[in-house]
């Protein structure tokens, strides 16, 4: 029967001798919860660990896009679309999306995440050519002026393809490489870190009735499935991230099944992406009904992620993110100022 590995992350200033860092980061760990398939979990110590699964949880992660993980990064989003869940077209008018650009990167965005097919449930499909015209432009702009690398965020190839040239340096597929056939090809040749997220179904179906055995480890195979996947396309594990699709073919019950037990997905060896802000659940749990009401739900969910040593976290709401962010390291930081 597979063990799965979920290390119990700490940020605790009295750190016992021993202790591991978690993925070389900000948090540590002595301990593990051993989980199983129809089984009982049962916390064992990191020290009984096998060297390689210890090694895996415990090293450093390759930077990426020039981004090192010393401290969790903050994925600013701008939705390039007319039916965005989060803003609802705010920033489909080109010199808008521009702005809100600049605005995320000077609140203290990390990097910019930029998308120009909503994937919010019961979305329709862009064409290639729409998607290109709406994000290559302004990407174009925004490439050279920032300081922070640029996502596209997309499942297909050429529209990929299209914002590698005009200056993006991360790819960004909600589809884990399973939409379009080509996007593998790309990421391996072109040698940009790409994200793989979880979803089960689509955007215009993912949300109706979604099922899972247990939805932590399946979300854990499928991911691990599609790490083999990509390995096999000639991209190492050392350049992806993962994401496990909060939101994506998930109940409110099973986002928090996942954000409760995140940490497990450090197992996998690569980055952790968590992009939860102003999901559906925050409102729901919240009482917050429309998405931009959700900004203190969001910002809750995302210092929870942190603590779990999640390294990328994928916000909306910058300024708030940012601050909240920076208090939560500086009170659990491992050394007392002196």
Not at 27 to 53: H, K, M, S, T
Not at 67 to 75: E, H, I, N, Q, S
Not at 122 to 130: I, P, Y
Not at 157 to 166: C, D, F, G, I
Request: proline share 7%.
């Amino acid at each position: 029967m597979t063990a799965y590995c979920r290390p119990i992350a700490m940020t605790d200033p009295a750190r016992p001798a021993g202790a591991l860092a978690l993925a070389g980061g900000w948090c540590w760990f002595d301990r593990v919860e051993l989980l199983r398939r129809g089984a009982a979990p049962r916390i064992v110590p990191a020290a009984d660990l096998p060297a390689g699964v210890a090694r895996r949880l415990s090293a450093p992660r390759a930077a990426l896009a020039g981004l090192g993980w010393d401290a969790p990064r903050l994925m600013g989003i701008v939705n390039v679309t007319p039916d965005s869940f989060s803003d609802g077209g705010r920033f489909l008018d080109p010199e808008a999306a521009l702005a809100q650009a600049r605005h995320l990167a000077e609140a203290g965005a990390d990097i910019l995440d930029i998308g120009g097919e909503s994937t919010r449930p019961g979305a329709e499909d862009v064409t290639e050519a729409e998607e290109i015209r709406r994000v290559v432009p302004l990407i174009e702009v925004l490439a050279p002026a920032l300081g922070a690398p640029i996502s596209i965020d997309t499942r297909k190839a050429a529209v990929a393809r299209a914002a590698l040239a005009a200056g993006a340096a991360v790819l960004n597929d909600v589809s884990a490489l399973r939409f379009d056939p080509a996007m593998g090809a790309l990421a391996a040749e072109s040698g940009a870190p790409i994200c793989l997220m979880h979803a089960q179904g689509d955007p215009a179906t993912m949300q109706k009735n979604p099922r899972y055995d247990d939805v932590l480890l399946d979300v854990y195979d499928f991911l691990e499935a599609r790490l083999a996947e990509a390995e096999a396309a000639g991209i190492p594990r050392g350049r992806v991230m993962v994401d496990p699709g909060i939101g994506f073919g998930k109940t409110a019950a099973h986002n928090l099944a996942l954000l409760r037990r995140i940490s497990l997905f450090h197992a996998l060896g690569c980055v952790v992406l968590v992009g939860a802000s102003r999901k559906r659940f925050i409102g729901t749990l919240g009482g917050a009904p429309e998405a931009a009401a959700r900004v203190p739900g969001s910002v809750a969910v995302a210092l929870g992620a942190a603590a779990q040593g999640v390294q990328v976290l994928r916000v909306h709401d910058m300024v708030e993110t940012r601050q909240a962010l920076s208090l939560q390291m500086a009170v659990t930081a491992a050394r007392d100022a002196t």
